[in-house]
């Protein structure tokens, strides 16, 4: 189902106001009710980020990358958002994402929160990143209009602070190294994930090398993307694992593609290593009704593939509930998306986040920040300053300069 605005607007005249379920509106603090309702979105506009800096990878070459941030106003209320747009692409028309927001704009916040959760079903067309480009927007502006913090109109109750996680994606072993010393460098390397390539030999030999450089005490994860695929049974499966943990790892996203009552199996039969789940919990409201007690320890909420923050809260709470651990992942994000993922991350009592600004690829953004509610300490670990909405203030002018297209749609 692709949803276009003039078929929304049909539908929410004849349905009027019933249902609103959208949980900035649960919590209205000091503000008239009609009054936040009716406040209307004003302006929008896109600033282009490119990073130049090459990674290099076993599936390819980035030689660039090309991210979108957000402001969103409402009146005199504004909200931040950043989605990945494309890569290999610097002179990419982002007409497909002017379109998309476009529909936004002259919608009041009850409107624009109804034109989402209209979008935010399994039938939809609307692809996730882009609910989750105007989700972030609109939880921003919502909270700041309230008063309240984002992650405390989601019902994400802890404060904590978690760790960033420090992610190597390199095939190279140098390279490997080369990363694992960085993490050092940056307070980072108490918590790491590096990619494997579903080859016994180099994945073991990528993770003895990681070892050697951080020493054993450190938290090592892996991400193998499905990539043990040569098996043919669990107690096969299970036995290249177990010899992982033998060299120090702790724990490992996605082994293999595994259905559910596998997942369960094969937990029960590693031990000490910890499976993490990632793709059967994309999208949120996919992963709430497939997600298992027993399927892993721990579980990976990833930005770009969720869809919707409001049940991305849900699916947290359903893994607390009954006993599990969760994660907050990356999708390389470098600007306004890290500070609310690392909300999302203290607010559900994550174990580490891994959407974390990176020192290269962020640095222009980063000079362009004038408030932030979430900061690294020394140690690494990411801290908050509840604040409305997500809370970023950022100089508007420094980031046209370091932006290569300014879009005000």
Known sequence: MKTNR???????????????TYPLLSALGS???????????????????????????????WYNRQHLFMKVSAGD?????????????????????????????????ENAQKLLEFQQLPESGTSLKEMEFIDVALLDISG????????????????????????????????VRKEAEKSLEENLAHHLKFKMYGDKKLDLKLLKTIRKVIGDNAQVISDVNGGYKDWD??????DTLKLFTAYGLDAIEDPANLKTHQWVQLQKM?????????????????????ISPGMGRIFNLHPSTMGSFKQTA?????????????????DSLVGPACSAWQQVAIGSGSEWVEAIEKKED????????LQSPTKKQSNGFYVLDPVPGFGLVLDEKRLKNVCSLYIDV
């Open 233 to 238: 049974s669990l107690e096969e499966l299970a």
């Open 6 to 20: 003039r078929h929304f607007l049909k539908g929410i005249s004849a349905l009027g106001a019933i249902g609103t």
């Open 77 to 109: 209320y504004y909200g931040w958002s950043e989605i990945p747009a494309s890569r290999n692409t610097p002179d990419i028309n982002p007409i497909n994402w002017v379109n998309y927001v476009k529909q936004y704009k002259g919608l009041s916040i």
């Open 144 to 175: 700041k209009i309230q008063g309240k913090p984002a992650i405390e109109l989601l019902n994400l109750p802890y404060r904590a602070a978690v760790p960033g996680l420090y992610c190597i994606l390199y095939k190279n072993e140098e390279e």
């Open 31 to 61: 503000i008239n009710k009609a009054e936040y309702l009716n406040e209307k979105i004003t302006k929008i506009e896109l600033y282009k980020y490119d990073i130049n800096i090459p990674r290099y990878f076993s599936f390819g070459t």
């Open 314 to 330: 849900v699916l947290a709470k359903k893994i607390k509930d009954f006993g599990g651990k969760i994660m907050i992942g990356d």
């Open 270 to 290: 590693v031990g000490n290593l910890s499976l993490i789940p990632d793709k059967p919990l994309r999208p949120s409201w996919k992963g709430i009704k497939t």
């Open 362 to 369: 962020s640095k222009p953004y980063l000079d362009c920040i």
